[in-house]
């Protein structure tokens, strides 16, 4: 059995992602629903919340690394080589299967505590093709195939915007860049009169930001390094959901992990928000397309969430922290992906889509 110094992380990720459930339920806040709500209604308060949350995290993160707490090369978001084609391909894949389902991986832990129980079939699906492309049947392809056409970093200086500058112009600009990009995403959500009389809202934000550096902290200086050696690591709901399921079935020592810890406080804590406002019950599938699209969409945010390297936390406030290249590549495609998921709910499969515009062609010529 692991020592009580060993369950630190873990511990540690179920009070962080308990606290970053309760909040997002309480204040009803949905990545994919931010990317709708620009997209679809030219409503960009929600996505500005999630700006705020990746601000303020920037800051408290770089921080952490300009003062030497934490180390940027140890993190799985900055190797010296990065995977493009991978990270384009799976965030495509994670933005579709987003779009069919109604919600990330995250969103569908919040709604599992709320007793949604179409998002356990979500879960359970994500989990399982996530852990089958990390380490699983697909893992040969994502390794042999899709990482080995990454793109390698000039003298193997790690993939984060702050390294990559000083490299270029010859002297540390990690201070100047953090201050700019952390300030002006901070002052861009304040910037908008309606998210100050939202204080729900932005109390969520602040609660993302804040726990993302916190998870920093956690896995980066209060494990045991020498009981349960770990990369240092911070909110992600992708290869994090996968491992919970692992260890929910094969392996007890994996609850240890600050990820898997993460996974069952955020249902955690989403429970006891809905709970408190009485918004806790079951519900299920409405009818067989229903779930069909759920299973789908969950099939493509497990293995797309693997390849781009994360999901909209994970990418987008996590990997954005460090300033990550990967960053703006997944976070990009992610929206396009969500973009073309709502055409294909909205207008149908693609094949009527064809059909319908080949028809119209066809009426327009012979008239």
Avoid at 41 to 61: C, E, K, N, P
Avoid at 99 to 118: H, K, M, P, Q
Avoid at 213 to 220: D, F, R, S
Avoid at 327 to 340: H, K, Q, S
Wanted: net charge neutral; proline share 3%; with cysteine.
């Amino acid at each position: 059995m692991p020592s009580l110094a060993a369950w630190v992380p873990g511990l540690g990720g179920f009070a962080i992602g308990a606290a970053a459930g309760f909040a997002v339920r309480h204040a009803k806040l949905c990545s994919f629903g931010a990317i709708e709500d620009a997209l679809m209604g030219g409503d960009s308060r929600r996505l500005r919340i999630f700006g705020l949350a990746l601000g303020i995290a920037i800051l408290g993160t770089q921080t952490l690394i300009i003062g030497g707490i934490l180390d940027p090369g140890l993190t799985t978001y900055t190797s010296p080589a990065l995977p493009l084609v991978s990270i384009l391909i799976g965030s495509l894949m994670f933005g579709a299967g987003m779009a069919l389902v109604g919600t990330c991986g995250f969103g569908s832990l919040v709604r599992l505590g709320a007793g949604d129980l179409r998002s356990l079939i979500v879960i359970l699906v994500l989990g399982a093709t996530a852990y089958a492309t990390l380490r699983g049947v697909l893992a040969n392809l994502r390794i042999d195939v899709l990482e080995r056409l990454s793109i390698a970093m000039p003298d193997r200086v790690s993939s984060d915007m702050a390294s990559l500058s000083s490299h270029a112009l010859g002297f540390e600009v990690r201070a100047i860049l953090t201050i700019a990009a952390g300030t002006g995403l901070c002052l861009l959500a304040l910037g908008d009169a309606r998210l100050r009389h939202a204080p729900r809202l932005l109390s969520a934000g602040i609660a993302l930001g804040v726990l993302t550096i916190a998870g920093w902290i956690v896995t980066g200086s209060l494990g045991d390094e020498f009981d349960v050696p770990s990369r240092p690591q911070s909110l992600t709901f992708v290869s994090t959901i996968g491992k919970a399921l692992y260890a929910g079935v094969l392996n007890v020592s994996s609850f240890t992990d600050f990820g898997v810890g993460s996974v069952f406080g955020v249902v955690a804590g989403a429970c006891l928000a809905a709970w408190r406002s009485t918004e806790l019950r079951w519900e299920a599938f409405d009818d067989d397309h229903e779930m069909r699209r759920h299973l789908v969409g969950a099939g493509l945010m497990g293995v797309g969430g693997i390849l781009a390297g994360g999901c909209t936390i994970g990418q987008g406030i996590t990997a954005g922290s460090m300033l990550a290249l990967s960053w703006p590549f997944a976070v990009g495609g992610m929206v396009l992906g969500a973009r073309l998921g709502i055409a294909l709910l909205v207008d149908g499969p693609v094949s009527e889509i064809v059909q319908r515009s080949w028809a119209s062609l066809r009426s327009k010529i012979n008239h």
